[in-house]
């Protein structure tokens, strides 16, 4: 069974502008997680999704938002780039509901100059 | 508000050499406790995971122990291979299941030196 894939894995993006990140889960994982990777901070809880609904988010501002489609797949966005958004984005897909049994991808590495 | 402190930060060790890593943590109630192993520019991948009830849990060389009554974990690596070097990340699980509801701790890095 492939892994839980991620793309791009690199990106370089300037303030102000905005980015789409994309994880596909293994197949047949229904809920994806995404976090925010930061030295300072660790992993931070972006959002979780499960069958195309949002289940819950982080503590982060209007600018991340996210989405999951009918095969699972989901893509997170950020709007108006800051400098302190660079970071690795990590998505995590899970068999079902609960995340007892997480997956990780290998990230997206996100520089923000 | 649920922590979990990991120590030491970093670690330098010789090949071939045991270590063990620590794992304190305040979430309650409390799910299980998983141990991470994440590589440079890479996703963590799960070496063990507990439940409150099990004191111990073993995949390959390495070891984790948990006493729920100190809320304390443990992680031994056992002959150290120069592949060991990584971020070991400790996360407590409160018993949702929501992702949100996981408690990361900012991980021990640790390198092995031949």
């Known amino acids: 069974k492939a892994g839980v894939t991620q793309t791009p894995r690199y990106l370089i993006k300037t303030r102000g502008q905005q980015v789409t990140l994309s994880c596909s889960p293994i197949?047949?994982?229904?809920?994806v997680s995404w976090y925010q990777q930061t030295p300072g901070q660790g992993l931070q809880f972006l959002f979780e999704?499960?069958?195309?609904?949002?289940?819950n988010k982080g503590n982060f501002p209007g600018r991340f938002s996210g989405r999951q489609f009918s095969n699972s797949r989901s893509e997170m966005n950020v709007s108006t780039l800051e400098l302190g958004d660079s970071a690795l984005y990590l998505c995590?897909?899970?068999?079902?509901?609960?995340?007892?049994?997480?997956?990780f991808g290998p990230g997206t590495r996100l520089t923000v100059t | 508000k649920n922590q979990v402190e990991q120590s030491p930060q970093s670690l330098i060790i010789l090949e071939g050499k045991n270590c063990t890593l620590q794992c304190n943590y305040t979430v309650s109630p409390f799910s299980n406790l998983r141990w991470y192993k994440q590589d440079t520019g890479r996703g963590p991948v799960s070496l063990t995971i507990?439940?409150?009830?099990?004191n111990t849990k073993s995949n390959g060389r390495y070891t984790a122990t948990l006493d729920a009554d100190t809320k304390q974990s443990s992680l031994h690596i056992t002959a150290s291979q120069l592949s060991d070097s990584a971020s070991y990340i400790c996360v407590v699980s409160a018993p949702s299941g929501s992702a949100r509801q996981l408690t990361f701790g900012s991980g021990t890095q640790l390198t092995v030196l031949p």
């Open positions: 999704y499960f069958s195309e609904t949002q289940r």
């Open positions: 507990m439940t409150f009830s099990e």
């Open positions: 995590a897909s899970s068999p079902g509901r609960e995340s007892y049994e997480q997956y």
């Open positions: 197949s047949g994982h229904r809920s």
